[in-house]
């Protein structure tokens, strides 16, 4: 029997837990809904309402709960999807910001949903920390939206 993973992030929608699920799904590969638990009769929610989906997404286990009104997600946390290529990056970028998606800055952006992504470069860290042009790197990052690849992979060469 495989070792269950360690934590898992478990998300808190109003009541939309089953739109997000299916929309987050259709964007990673080896990504499947697990389990659906419905709320019974002696809950504060209609009965046979979802209450919480168990899902991966490539792999990475989380859950998302219909737990009602009463907290919203926000930027304070966020996914980082570590990309192979600007190809990967597009891709994520345009799925994650469709439908009422919002890019942000620096290669953030927040879901349909109100969850915040970032969308990097699997690279990200060693062209940040570039002994020589590192700092370019930096402000080449801060003028950006969506990242550029080519003009990071050019600010840590000194282009």
Known sequence: MATP???????????????AVAFYTSIFKNSRTLSVLRYTQDTHRPKGSVMTIDFELDGQRFTALNGGPHYKINEAISFVVHCDSQAEIDEYWDKLTADGGTPVQCGWLKDRFGVSWQVVPANIGALLTHPVNGARVTQA????????????????EGH
């Open 141 to 156: 990052v801060l003028q950006m939206i969506k990242l550029d690849l080519n003009a990071l992979t050019a600010a840590a």
């Open 5 to 19: 993973q360690k934590i898992t992030p478990f998300l808190w929608f109003s009541d939309n837990a089953e739109q």
